[in-house]
């Protein structure tokens, strides 16, 4: 999923870019509309409009949810290139190859 960030809001945040709790209380930032990710430029607090006062739990919520399906997609992805990977490995045509190189061609 590639989103380009287009249509963003300021929040409050009180996690960091990678959904840990941030330590020294609370992170203006700007959290994209489409994908809910908080963008990592840290705002300063003086912009904050007076009715941005609660932060943005559910929202929040929603994006650690794609983050945590992101994760086990690409934890997959990464077995499937493994075992693929592995495959190759053990191809003649690898074994080869690297009989090649070994001998200097
Ligand atoms: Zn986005």
Known sequence: MHCEHVRKTMVWSSVNSR?????GGKQL?????????????????????????????NQDREWQDKLRSF????EQER????EAHTE???????QEK???VLAGC
């Open 88 to 94: 190759y490995l053990g191809t003649n045509e690898w």
């Open 71 to 74: 994760d086990e997609k690409r």
């Open 29 to 57: 930032r700007h959290q994209c509309d489409a994908c809910g990710k908080q963008l990592s430029n840290h705002l300063p607090h003086r912009l904050a409009k007076p009715d941005l006062e609660k932060y943005n739990q």
């Open 98 to 100: 690297r009989a090649a």
């Open 19 to 23: 959904g840990e709790p941030f330590e």
């Open 79 to 82: 077995h499937e290139w493994f």
